[in-house]
């Protein structure tokens, strides 16, 4: 059994579920636990946090080094002065004075608890008289705790070099070390080995055990990482010589943080009995002996994790000659470490473009392959993304009676995401617009539809517009796109402006949208755009706007596709070489005038 201070536990799991038992921090005087195991002294430990966990993990507050016990077997609740013994549905259930413990139960004084082959007794107070305790082991300086593991970031400053620390003076060294050159002949295996693979788990199960046949002594060892640079390091691989080759490793956090923190070596020949260590209550209950580890640093000199070895045998310490030599074996390990992680890095660069490459083709697939053939009408367009895929969405759809319907749309954001609300829209709008003769409710049920997808809270501007390629008739309805651009025969502009203005699709699911008719005379260019065309930036971060576009629509050439052409080369001209920052989409349909 080990017991360790207690920190807020944070099991990703159960304990919230009770929070009404458990009150804010009080002042009233503290409640105890004593144990008295077979031939074991008294154990006597305050209950001061307001949940004490016991269990087999070592996460837990107390510690039950049992397999009976369960991972999270049990806990205590502090509320309000008063103490609660909850079972964490546990294997084999928590008693309490031989009763099983089946909801969180108030403890009383001297109350017993059981839990497997483990009894402690509940004290209100302090007790007066109890056997004579062993001196008590004073917490870990830095609250560390068996099998915990955390250490605080490295220095970016600090001029990190790997050097030996060794503490033998106590110990009779009977253990003579291999053939130096039978341990540099392994760690040139060892590196050749490393430098054949790319896999990352692969890297590591290499090195420990090379490790592991260069030191027959070493009985357990593993290997930490952090998994980013401002985390904690995690356990990455392990290595033991037991029976239960899939049991925690010992950790102790005074030493993987003096490792890390000085980018030292670290060696004790007597773990127990260092003087550097003998404030840790961690170190006490792991029962090591001889230990060495060394950090595994990066090419800039910053601690990327840590490799130890520790064995339980007195009678073979590691000498400061197998510390050269971990030295060593950590370097190249290091080193295999940084490659493979720059190898992954590639292989996830090449499948993300594979992906976007794919959602590239088809989001290219819902935009239309071919332009409406109508006699007395021209249609045009153009479309590209910011990104590899986009949220700019336009499409033609003929009507059963022979109108066509020009929709087009801007969701909100760019890329993925964006992208996917696209192909939602694509069917969504071709449905409406087939199913309701009406412009105005085809919008309305649109955004009705749009609002009650689950397709996150983004909106969409959208303009849908019904040219009749016999009557010229236009119909139009707006949910807060910017209004289309008509350029007349005569070479004058104009805005559509809505006379019935909406909101986006998406943010109002009751809102009503309306219809407006327009005739198309003779020589009439209509022009629908997104807002990359218009707020398109220079490097003096000035936007193309609307005026430009205007001006630029009333200067080109009357045909469509060099029209739209003109227009495009304009905004890339303010542009210049900067770079496109949102998706940019023009559509256009012009009346042919008869004498063209």
Aim: aromatic fraction near 6%; charged fraction near 25%; glycine fraction near 6%.
């Amino acid at each position: 059994m080990t017991t360790a201070p207690a920190p807020p536990y944070d099991d990703p799991e159960s304990f919230d579920r009770n929070r009404e038992l458990r009150g804010p921090t009080e002042s009233a005087a503290l409640a105890y636990l004593t144990t008295q195991q077979d031939r074991t002294p008294w154990s006597l430990r305050e209950l001061e946090a307001e949940r004490t966990v016991f269990g087999r993990h070592p996460s837990s507050h107390i510690v039950l080094d049992n397999e009976a016990v369960s991972r999270h077997h049990a806990q205590i609740l502090r509320s309000h002065g008063h103490y609660f013994l909850e079972d964490l549905k546990s294997r084999n259930g928590t008693l309490i004075n031989g009763r099983l413990v089946d909801q969180p139960t108030e403890l009383h004084e001297n109350d017993a608890i059981t839990l497997c082959d483990f009894e402690f007794r509940f004290h209100q107070d302090r007790p007066e008289q109890q056997p004579t305790p062993p001196a008590p082991l004073e917490h870990d300086s830095d609250n560390s705790r068996y099998f915990a593991v955390g250490v605080e970031p490295v220095d970016d400053d600090s001029s990190s070099s790997i050097l030996s620390k060794l503490s033998m003076s106590t110990i009779h060294r009977d253990y003579v070390a291999a053939d130096l050159e039978a341990k540099l002949q392994a760690v040139l295996e060892i590196s050749k080995n490393l430098g054949q693979v790319l896999e990352f788990d692969v890297v590591l199960t290499r090195m420990l055990d090379g490790l592991f046949e260069i030191f027959p002594q070493a009985e357990e060892g593993f290997v930490l990482l952090k998994e980013d640079k401002s985390a904690n390091p995690v356990i990455r691989a392990t290595r033991n010589r037991s029976d239960t080759p899939d049991r925690t490793p010992s950790i102790s956090l005074t030493i993987v943080r003096e490792a890390m923190n000085t980018g030292e070596a670290i060696l004790s020949a007597d773990v127990m009995g260092d003087n550097r260590f003998l404030s840790s209550q961690s170190i006490a209950g792991m029962r090591l002996r001889s230990m060495m580890c060394a950090p595994l640093l990066g090419v800039d000199g910053e601690a990327l994790g840590l490799v130890q070895l520790a064995s339980r045998d007195v009678t073979l310490p590691f000498s400061e000659s197998d510390l050269d030599v971990l030295v060593g074996v950590a370097t190249q390990g290091a080193l295999a470490i940084q490659n493979a992680s720059l190898h992954a890095e590639v292989l996830k660069q090449r499948d993300l473009e594979r992906e976007l490459e794919f959602a590239t083709q088809v989001q290219l697939g819902f935009l239309p392959n071919k332009r409406p053939q109508a006699d007395g009408l021209d249609f045009c367009d153009y479309y590209e993304a910011a990104h590899r895929v986009g949220g700019d969405y336009f499409d033609y759809i003929e009507l059963p009676d022979g109108r066509i319907a020009v929709a087009v749309a801007d969701v909100a954001g760019k890329g993925i995401p964006a992208a996917l609300l696209m192909a939602r829209l694509y069917s969504a709008t071709r449905y409406h617009l087939l199913s309701q003769p009406d412009l105005g409710q085809a919008l309305s049920d649109l955004n009705r539809d749009i609002s009650t997808s689950g397709l996150g809270h983004r909106f969409i501007t959208c303009v849908l517009i019904v040219v009749d390629p016999a009557t010229r008739q236009v119909t139009l309805a707006n949910a807060g796109h910017l209004p289309p651009l008509v350029r007349h025969a005569d070479g004058s502009i104009s805005e559509v402006v809505s006379e019935f203005p909406g909101m986006p699709l998406g943010i109002v699911p009751d809102q009503e949208f309306q219809q407006q008719q327009h005739q198309l005379g003779p020589g009439d260019t209509w022009l629908m755009f997104t807002d990359g065309v218009t707020e398109a930036m220079n490097g003096d971060n000035e936007i193309y706007g609307t005026e430009r576009l205007q001006d630029s629509l009333s200067r080109a050439p009357a045909e469509l596709d060099t029209m739209i052409q003109a227009i495009v080369g304009d905004v890339e001209s303010h542009c210049a070489n900067r770079d496109q920052s949102d998706d940019m989409c023009l559509t256009a349909f012009r009346c042919m005038d008869p004498a063209t």
